[in-house]
């Protein structure tokens, strides 16, 4: 094993891998980013292109002592709001399952690294389909708002007893995606009885 599996923990409760490319002995899935978050920024740093663009150029033309220069805080928010956006848009995971190199490769993609995580076929003692408790929320200042739930996911567990999360989300989803997994490495799908929340 070549990477750290915690590299590939997943903070929210869902993932939601779908299907790039599939062969009898290749299986490429690939999962881009939280899209609703990444849009909404970029909506709102659109719209606020209107109020913005004056106050630039009422700030370029009379300086921060004109009218417009207590205002220099807008086009800074339209920044920052455009840099998540793209930071957002540019997530990406993937897995790639080789049935002829006999290896399962994840990769983590962003604007400022890459993170790889490679996996031998014979270092892979099962594929198991359980539940995760995950939290609902934060916990602000030791109030018990934070509690946590099951939900499914699907996991390598490799020799020495460590795993690495492949996917979260439905059950009926992730049962087909072990089956498919689980016959190019050759280890049968291990369904535990709390995988169904």
Not at 90 to 103: L, M, Y
Not at 122 to 148: C, H, M, P, R, T
């Amino acid at each position: 094993m070549e990477g750290n599996p915690k590299e590939f923990e997943a903070i929210g409760n869902r993932l939601g891998f779908i299907i790039a490319k599939e062969q009898e002995q290749w299986l490429e899935l690939t999962w881009r980013g939280p899209k609703f978050p990444a849009f909404l920024c970029l909506g709102i740093a659109l719209l606020l292109l209107f109020v913005t663009l004056p106050i630039v150029e009422a700030i370029r033309l009379r300086g921060f002592t004109g009218p417009a220069g207590s205002l220099w805080y807008f086009p800074v928010m339209n920044l920052i709001l455009l840099g998540i956006s793209f930071y957002l848009l540019s997530q990406k995971r993937s897995i790639v399952i080789d049935g002829v190199a006999r290896k399962v490769t994840l990769t983590r993609r962003s604007m400022h690294r890459r993170i790889l995580l490679t996996l031998d076929f014979v270092d892979i003692e099962k594929l198991k389909l359980g539940a995760d408790q995950v939290y609902s929320g934060f916990a602000v200042a030791g109030s018990s708002a934070a509690q946590s739930f099951p939900v499914p996911s699907l996991r390598l567990i490799v020799k020495g007893g460590v795993s690495v999360l492949l996917d979260r989300g439905g059950v009926k989803r992730l049962e087909n995606l072990g089956r498919g997994i689980g016959e190019r490495i050759h280890r049968p799908l291990e369904v535990e009885a709390n995988a169904a929340p």
